[in-house]
């Protein structure tokens, strides 16, 4: 596939007219354009396990062709999409739907691959086929100890399958809450998910981390326990110093100003992970930079002046892709996500921080304003392409994607009806 | 059972106390107690066919012991609580999940319980084995003229199964839409859409109605063709006099004025169903009256304004209850809808109209606010309680459907993991 | 005033029989009518000295007659609203529109009324005539030291005010924030935010209290420095034991759960203080229970809760109404908001705590509902009135304050066009 | 100032450069790169009189020196902009604030400038002094006849006004609603506005344009007579032929599908103005460009898709900026807002709509979004530079009027202190 890629390049008359135009321009402006560069190609993103076939919705799911069943496919997945863009290089496992049999031989297909495992995932809103106790009222939340403890068994087997994988990091996501008032006492269910939290956090190896997810709504309809950030962090805190929020860019209320709840998880040190997505309305699990791009630009510019400046330790961020694919081709999606995220990042890397820090220390707002238009209306995709070119991949994943037929060849593979685990 | 409920109802020690006490106060303040006690009888709400079993999310479902699997036990579901209520006098089917094979055994199983049928519900948001064409990218409103035809022909069957049935009314509710900027043409769509609708209509008996519901996303998470009341009112009444537009309560963006929507069509004649059920953050589908029942209040004070002074010539309204049963017994917790309608509907008969009218004309902001809370904050149970006790059926239904042993009857007869076809 | 009031309630016919069927009828359940009665009696809501006069939109400003001009009218006001209902017993004051120039005689004129001093309010939001530096970009956040010492020390001689009234708590409401994205830096912001929080703590007398307000957005329309409740305690936790979170039932983002807030406060023993009022959109700032009833009802759920068990040691709460008063007398307004304060917490009071807490635990979401339901659809203004009777206040405050010719007497005596200081 | 411009002009070295190369590329890709420059000249924005002082909140209000005090100052403030933009072509009156004591005189000074005047607003939300009946409860909803004749009275006076200088239409925006459940009859009050409108319409020029403007809330909180654009299609259709919907982008509830909304009016043939802003919350009123850039892209592609195919007769849309400055300089604020206009045209401009149908009719979902992104993510700069160069205005209009030291001299002219009438 790496020749077929680089096939497809040689075909691009366009891209060096455009990247030479781009250097030029930019470099006018005191851009250090090898710098940027280079940060754009170790920019990688985890691919989470879960979103590589057809998603759906309470009304229905239309499935699609050439899904991967197993894991082995899922992974293989992952290493078409790495192979196409270079910066998809680790898979994120869901459990129980990604159990590796053999752990030894998924790690080295993931090394045929270039990807290696990030965080893991843990599942206690569903009810697995046998399961002892039912998660319908709460898994770590549970008023009923038992359904506590078997969640809180479950967590630890996924971290020691982590640990089988080489992952160094855990993500708990909780669907705990109450979908009535009146359902469930809110300090009681709070209670009970901080000390499940510290049961699970005291039994994870010292050189791993634990990201708290937040959500405000969905699946349940009147109240979630850990609501929003600040219900992250606080319980965060108190579980221990490698425990961390996560942020997700669907879980917010309308309007929610996201870039300001990153920035003061960073000011706290306390920013672990990130689920890139877009949505209109709700956790609608769109494709990153379809719907909000400039806000996707005003939270990565929180993100590069946090990372350049990490005075609070903040670890090195987990970043994943959480979408779902309803409509489009799944990896035709995240070649799109991964594309926006990287154009998110570079613009973000274009913003003269200094100019921008002395133009707020003056109140100049609309100078502020035009200094960050100026890196946002930047066309950045040709840096974005020798990034990816440099790195062994397409300057252009989605039209090479379609070149190569990939999709057809998956199909012939696995046929027109296979379906991959998942939402 | 009817003498199991009255025996249930002779237990009943503090009901007449509580009526007496209520029909004296409000005497006192001219309220025409016989008359509200009249109109909460004769007050009936349709069942949705759906609505009998556990619902879920895209994040799982928890079933619910005993559900009803066929379209005759999902007809002894609702004479059940016709029984216990004597306002849920009628059925509201879905086409194709309950198709019946022998129509005029099916109706008079309803019959039986007292029961009729609502208005017909199709189906163009999923696809069923073996169809043609697939509703991935719309039905009404597709670009592929085949579709759009085989969906308007599934429109017109369920209008013939409505007829065998008795049925006098199709509630079209369409997914129809896009998911992301671009994916389709919003005039194109919306003109398909238009066109289609008034092909269903024409083959529409003389006698029924159209109902043109309207949902702002979900399943589709960036535009849905009939966004809104404006757009549904607009297609009904390009489509024909019998065409109106349907309320549900829950398909609003946050922060609507729902009431105000209501309003509107009645002043324009349009008004012709509504879908009760309540919600925090988008179409949660919750129990009637949990989350903001002083919303619903004011609801039902324009529609029974409305009712009693209906210039515009609408058309007697389709009620149903349209929720989903995640967490609690289906039964109970249509039980505690019907229970929650009837209450505002009360509470709304109560409002004294010509003093409101007097306070709103010399601008006495403070007394239309207190004449509201008069009616709202009296406790009208004691007549909901009285009107259902005299249709013969329970004081108090909840108390009586778990003393009967209701549920544990249907989980012997039907097992513990029967499943009911819906959402 | 006492003695027109004892006037009033004589003539009224109905409240014995009312509170006479309520306390049989409540008694049966086991409620504890009594203690209820105490309870309400004994209950205190804060008027703020700024909703007196008629408040305004950014669009324009209707006068209401009879407003007070000084700071001794204003205490006579909230001595009317007191005398009224006997719930009314403190006042808050609003520094700089609220400066006493004779602090004894201003305390003896509130003594005459039976009021005191409730928290102080500093103002770092507005430019005050001749002042130094302008808030137009910030007060405690601002990236110019000289702007944050000044509003420091505005917030020292707010604290030294109050001390000479009897208060004991300072609130800092703060619209410190930014416009645009890129105005200002989230991170520098919210530094100088706690230093300069931590300042003013450092000078606040050991036996005074801090109330932090947070806010989402209005009148900075992209980022507030102090966003929610997370931020507010975070930097409370930062500032000292005796810094505390103030929630504004106003000041969330639409659908917000906010009960699930108070509790999570409670829980952390961080909630100091609570402002009263009701929205549809956004800071609305009308009467409390004109909009949203229910959740009133359910937030004091959890107040009463926490009240009752108070084991992370929060301080007694500075309950105050913050509302402002568009199209009403802004009197009737402040004592529908009172009434329909007690009436919520009269409700609550009524919640069967251990029923309830079985049912939760017990996962019996139906019964949970049911039990809520049981105390709200009760009608309590009997035990609301007898309260306000036994205090010495009216039964009816409204009736009683139209048929005084309150608002006549006082146009009478400060003519149409006075012109109370505010919003 | 023609001369300092072409000299500030002549001293950027960059933009030929730029343009050469943006032409060069957007040439290959077969767009008509002199048609776009000729659309984007032809470009003209209406400025609002109110618009050029410096705006508040409900919380106060910061002044900016060199404000406009008449309605001379006013215009040559849209001068000012005109010239270094060429894009401000016209300016749109607010009646009382901009009453003209000589029309023609005034008529002079814009011709000076190359300024029409644009649609005439009425202002009946606010009391003016001296004015017999109070809008306080609603102008042409108002339940007293005596109000709605005055305020159509006012209207009638506003056309007449908007005659002496050129208007051709007038846009009505009305508070008019309620604060309070109960406190209007939404039947009544709606049926008062619609009879109205109509009387002002039965009396507008057969040349005028009447442009009905939406908005869910602020400065009433509960109730909004025309709320969305459903219920202002509903009256422009009941009024007359030239009656037609104004959408502000600002006027919708969280999550709105605008563009929607904007391309069912189109398909209807009833849009007929819209105003410029940008928001996160509420009606923020912010810099055009500033929040949501896509969003506005979105837009233009339903208004450029929709001018050019015109089925449905449209008239041609009346442009205007309707934004509120409170913390940049205001004309800083609208260049930068006819910046981000004509960029978000310019991109709209480039969208291969004969692509993106075939793509929309293929449902080759990822493609459509190709589609648009090529088009949003291309630097169009060059070209918004090269069609104000073209103009005689400023290549780079804020640098220029920087340079020019434009604001200093107008503080020097009118001082620190004036102050313009507007919100």
Redesign the interface.
């Known amino acids: 596939m790496k020749d077929q890629i680089q096939n497809a390049n040689h075909k691009n008359l366009?891209h060096t007219?455009?990247f030479d135009?781009t250097t030029n321009?930019l470099s006018?402006k005191n851009v250090q354009i090898e710098k940027v560069i280079t940060q754009l190609i170790d920019f990688q993103v985890a691919i989470p396990s879960w979103a590589l076939g057809a998603?759906?919705?309470?009304?229905?799911r239309?499935g699609y062709g050439g899904e991967p069943s197993t894991l082995g496919e899922k992974i293989d997945d992952v290493g078409i999409l790495h192979a196409l863009t270079g910066s998809a290089g680790s898979i994120s496992l869901h459990i129980p739907w990604d159990i590796p049999s053999d752990p030894s031989a998924i790690k080295e297909r993931a090394a045929s691959h270039g990807i290696i495992f990030d965080a893991v995932n843990s599942n206690t809103?569903?009810?697995q086929k046998g399961q002892r106790k039912?998660y319908?009222?709460g898994s770590l939340c549970n008023?009923d100890a038992a359904v506590r403890e078997q969640a809180i068994a479950h967590n630890h087997e996924v971290i020691k399958i982590g640990e089988s994988l080489g992952s160094k990091s855990i993500t708990v996501w909780l669907?705990d809450g109450?979908?009535?008032?009146?359902?469930?006492?809110?300090?009681?269910t709070?209670?009970h998910t901080a000390n499940s939290l510290k049961n699970i956090y005291s039994e994870m190896p010292t050189d791993w981390r634990m990201f708290i997810e937040y959500k405000?709504?969905?699946?349940n309809?009147?109240?979630?326990v850990i609501?929003?950030?600040?219900?992250s962090?606080?319980l965060a805190t108190e579980t221990g110093d490698r425990a961390h929020t996560l942020v997700d860019l669907g879980h917010h209320?309308?309007?929610?100003?996201i870039?300001?709840i990153v920035?003061?998880l960073?000011?706290?040190g306390r920013l672990g992970g990130f689920h890139f997505n877009d949505?209109?309305?709700?956790d609608?699990d769109?494709?990153v930079g379809?719907?909000?791009?400039?806000q996707l630009f005003?939270i990565f510019?929180?993100l590069v002046?946090?990372m350049e400046n990490n005075t609070a330790d903040n670890p090195p961020l987990a970043w994943m892709i959480d979408a779902s694919h309803?409509?489009?081709?799944p990896l035709?999606?995240l070649l799109?996500s991964l594309d926006a995220i990287l154009?998110s990042y570079a613009q973000a890397l274009l913003i003269d921080q200094e100019k921008?820090?002395n133009?707020?220390?003056n109140?100049d707002?609309?100078a502020?304003?035009?200094?960050?238009h100026e890196a946002?209306?930047?066309?950045v995709?040709p840096l974005v392409a020798e990034a990816r070119k440099r790195a062994g991949a397409a300057i252009n994943p989605?039209d090479t994607y379609r070149d190569l037929k990939i999709r057809e060849s998956l199909i012939l593979k696995r046929g027109q009806h296979s379906q991959a685990t998942g939402?």
């Open positions: 366009i007219d455009s135009y321009m006018k998603g759906g919705t309470r009304f229905g239309f809103f569903q009810d039912s319908k009222y008023e669907a109450s979908t009535f008032p009146g359902q469930a006492s809110f300090r009681r709070l209670d405000p709504y969905e699946p309809f009147y109240h979630t609501q929003d950030w600040g219900t962090l606080m209320l309308p309007n929610t100003n870039e300001n920035s003061t960073i000011y706290k949505s209109k309305y709700g609608d769109l494709t379809s719907i909000k791009p400039y005003l510019n929180e002046a946090g309803n409509v489009k081709d035709e999606d799109q154009i921008l820090k133009a707020q220390i109140h707002v609309v502020c304003q035009e200094i960050l946002y209306r930047t066309d995709r989605i939402l």
